[in-house]
């Protein structure tokens, strides 16, 4: 909104028109409908009557006994087959 402003006004007064609350955009104005239609629906959701079950349900969770183990790869496990390049490399 403030570069809209300053395509037709001064600094100072695009400045003010921005942020006075007197001169909103579009955008401005699209945001105010929406909370009041949200207020509306609101209104209307309040009065309805809210119903839970009669009675209270119960639960546990509880962990296995044992966990599976699984085998790690043998690439994993074997150290390197070769020595790294001697000396090493340098940067280009």
């Known amino acids: 909104m ?10 100072s007064v695009a400045v003010q028109h921005t942020f006075d609350g007197q001169h909103p955009c579009a955008l401005c104005k699209a945001i105010a409908k929406g909370r009041k ?11 309805k009557k809210f119903e839970a079950l009669s009675r209270s349900v119960a639960f546990a969770l509880s962990p296995p006994a044992s966990f599976p183990t699984i085998a790690a790869p043998r690439a994993l ?16």
Not at 2 to 11: H, K, Q, V, Y
Not at 37 to 47: C, F, P, R, Y
């Open 37 to 47: 239609s949200e207020k509306k629906s609101d209104a209307l959701l309040s009065l």
């Open 2 to 11: 403030l570069a809209d402003n300053l395509t037709t006004t001064s600094f």
């Open 77 to 92: 496990l074997e150290p390197l087959t070769h020595a790294p390049p001697k000396p090493p490399p340098r940067a280009s």
